[in-house]
T-cell receptor
Framework: AQTVTQSQPEMSVQEAETVTLSCTYD???????LFWYKQPPSRQMILVIR??????QNATENRFSVNFQKAAKSFSLKISDSQLGDTAMYFC???????????FGPGTRLSVLP | NAGVTQTPKFQVLKTGQSMTLQCAQD?????MSWYRQDPGMGLRLIHY???????DQGEVPNGYNVSRSTTEDFPLRLLSAAPSQTSVYFC?????????????FGPGTRLTVT
């Protein structure tokens, strides 16, 4: 069975600084997708960034980028120029190529400090 | 285009009561899922459906029933509520194409069982 681990339950960063959230996963599949979701206090799950396992290039979305290390099964999220609005829970998630087995990590609570 | 809608947003039940959480999507997605979110545990998959008339169990299915009579609707039924089912419930719809995989979440339902 696939598992997703986020080893940092809580993190904080100063506004305008850079922070990296860690995620590791375990799977025997070769093709799959990885995601980072943001959950602000409003409770809404918001997709931050997505990575296809067959792509070697790391995904980037504005201030958000990932470091995808397939061999190490690692998928970290880097947030540059942190903003107060980035304060939220962040979940790493995995789904296999069949789209039927979506697994979430336990989350990292990120606080951006003014 | 409303996306994924869930009703109600909040619900309080007494132990032993039954109820149905409603979920609807207007994006014609084949896949729909129900998750529960508990503190420190991320989202866990309860049941999912890969199309009308087809459902299957996820990680934590006990105490819940689902059906999928139409592409749009995927209700979650609690037959006899228990305090252990106090949680936040998310419905999601998703699709998979050659271009990638997308999952959209509803706003969530906070359920308290006393």
């Amino acid at each position: 069975a696939q598992t997703v681990t986020q080893s940092q339950p809580e993190m904080s960063v100063q506004e305008a600084e850079t922070v990296t959230l860690s995620c590791t996963y375990d799977t025997s599949e070769n093709n799959y997708y990885l995601f980072w979701y943001k959950q602000p206090p409003s409770r809404q799950m918001i997709l931050v960034i997505r990575q296809e396992a067959y792509k070697q290039q790391n995904a980037t979305e504005n201030r958000f980028s990932v470091n995808f290390q397939k061999a190490a099964k690692s998928f970290s999220l880097k947030i540059s120029d942190s903003q107060l609005g980035d304060t939220a829970m962040y979940f790493c998630a995995f789904i296999d190529n069949y789209g039927q087995n979506f697994v979430f990590g336990p989350g990292t609570r990120l606080s951006v400090l003014p | 285009n409303a996306g994924v809608t869930q009703t109600p947003k909040f619900q309080v039940l007494k132990t032993g009561q039954s109820m149905t959480l409603q979920c609807a999507q207007d994006m014609n997605h084949e896949y729909m899922s129900w998750y529960r979110q508990d503190p420190g545990m991320g989202l866990r998959l309860i049941h999912y459906s890969v199309g009308a008339g087809i459902t299957d169990q996820g990680e934590v299915p006990n105490g819940y029933n689902v059906s999928r009579s139409t592409t749009e609707d995927f209700p979650l039924r609690l037959l006899s509520a228990a305090p252990s089912q106090t949680s936040v419930y998310f419905c999601a719809s998703s699709y998979s194409t050659r271009a990638g995989y997308e999952q959209y979440f509803g706003p969530g339902t906070r359920l308290t069982v006393t």
